[in-house]
């Protein structure tokens, strides 16, 4: 494991031989932490093809606040923030290290807003349920920034555009939530299929995507009913953003995972880059 030392020595130095790419990873249930199944099996494809990060900026749909904050903690904990599903997913731990380096550099690239430290989160099951099959070894340290809960989705993707300096010093950024994420209408007796508004509305977002067409997904009230039957709350749609907020004009992108399950909810996920 790299140390402490070391790290805050690399991400500080000279820039990183190559721009990371950019993931959008569908998470779903949290259950896909330790199930072997289409989704994880994508996951862990999709790491083989991107060059080892030197640590991990994770903006999860499930760390909403009233201002921004960062994970600034040496060894952050492993937060299981749901109920009702079996023991051994309540067992999971991922002991990967934190990185006070990386959360000063965070605050460092952003010029325009103001982001606290935080010591007490850790990472949540937005983040680690996706880097348990990613880096199973949890040795890559990992940071988690907030969703800032008292700003409108454009945004958001605005200011992810001032994370984009952390992509040249060898950190990948991964927004983890969900573009179809309706729990309240769930389809428990056909997990395998989706509404029709939610197959609809994921495939205006995956046009809207290949076409760079950001303000559209930014002002996504404004797509049709479909839509806005797809994202009841905003809190998992924008870590998508996120991702599209540090994607530079020329930067290839590919789908992955994508599927639209239990009725309402879309697994489909995008890596930018590489």
Same mark, same amino acid.
């Given at each position: 494991?790299q140390?402490?030392?070391?790290?805050?020595?690399?991400?500080t130095?000279?820039?990183h031989?190559?721009?990371?790419?950019?993931?959008f990873?569908?998470?779903?249930?949290?259950?896909?932490?330790?199930?072997?199944?289409e989704f994880?099996?994508?996951?862990?494809?999709m790491v083989?093809n991107?060059?080892?990060?030197?640590?991990?900026?994770?903006?999860?749909?499930?760390?909403?606040?009233?201002g921004?904050?960062?994970?600034?903690?040496e060894?952050?904990k492993t937060i299981?923030?749901?109920?009702?599903?079996?023991?051994?997913?309540?067992?999971?731990?991922?002991?990967?290290?934190?990185?006070?380096?990386?959360?000063?550099?965070?605050?460092? =690239?952003?010029?325009? %807003?103001? &982001?606290? $430290?935080? /010591?007490?989160?850790?990472l !949540? #099951?937005g983040?680690w349920?996706i880097l @348990?099959?990613?880096?199973p070894n949890?040795?890559?340290?990992?940071?988690?920034?907030?969703l800032?809960?008292?700003?409108?989705?454009l945004?958001?993707y605005?200011f992810?555009?001032?994370?984009?300096?952390?992509?040249?010093k060898?950190?990948?950024?991964?927004?983890?939530?969900?573009?179809v994420?309706?729990?309240?209408?769930?389809n428990?007796?056909?997990?395998?299929?989706?509404y029709?508004? =939610?197959t609809e509305a %994921?495939? &205006?977002? $995956?046009? /809207?995507?290949?076409d760079n !067409? #950001?303000?559209?997904?930014?002002?996504? @009230?404004?797509?049709g009913?479909?839509v806005?039957q797809?994202?009841?709350?905003?809190?998992?749609y924008?870590?998508?953003?996120?991702?599209?907020?540090?994607?530079?004009e020329?930067e290839?992108l590919?789908f992955?995972?994508d599927?639209?399950?239990?009725?309402?909810?879309?697994?489909?996920s995008?890596l930018?880059?590489?």
């Amino acid at each position: 494991m790299q140390s402490l030392t070391s790290f805050a020595s690399s991400i500080t130095s000279k820039p990183h031989q190559a721009k990371m790419p950019v993931i959008f990873a569908g998470h779903g249930s949290p259950m896909n932490a330790i199930e072997m199944n289409e989704f994880s099996k994508g996951w862990q494809t999709m790491v083989h093809n991107i060059p080892e990060p030197t640590a991990i900026l994770c903006i999860s749909a499930h760390w909403e606040t009233r201002g921004i904050f960062v994970t600034a903690m040496e060894q952050p904990k492993t937060i299981h923030d749901f109920y009702g599903f079996p023991q051994p997913l309540f067992d999971v731990q991922y002991p990967a290290p934190g990185s006070p380096a990386l959360a000063n550099e965070t605050i460092k =690239a952003v010029t325009t %807003n103001s &982001i606290e $430290k935080d /010591l007490s989160w850790g990472l !949540d #099951h937005g983040c680690w349920s996706i880097l @348990k099959h990613m880096y199973p070894n949890a040795n890559i340290p990992v940071v988690q920034l907030s969703l800032n809960q008292l700003q409108d989705p454009l945004w958001h993707y605005q200011f992810a555009k001032e994370l984009g300096a952390l992509r040249q010093k060898g950190v990948l950024i991964i927004g983890s939530g969900n573009m179809v994420h309706n729990l309240g209408v769930m389809n428990w007796k056909t997990p395998d299929t989706g509404y029709d508004w =939610a197959t609809e509305a %994921n495939e &205006i977002f $995956k046009t /809207l995507i290949a076409d760079n !067409d #950001h303000l559209s997904l930014a002002t996504y @009230k404004n797509l049709g009913a479909a839509v806005r039957q797809s994202i009841p709350t905003p809190e998992h749609y924008l870590p998508l953003l996120y991702t599209l907020g540090l994607k530079t004009e020329d930067e290839k992108l590919q789908f992955f995972n994508d599927k639209t399950i239990f009725g309402s909810i879309s697994m489909t996920s995008l890596l930018i880059g590489n």
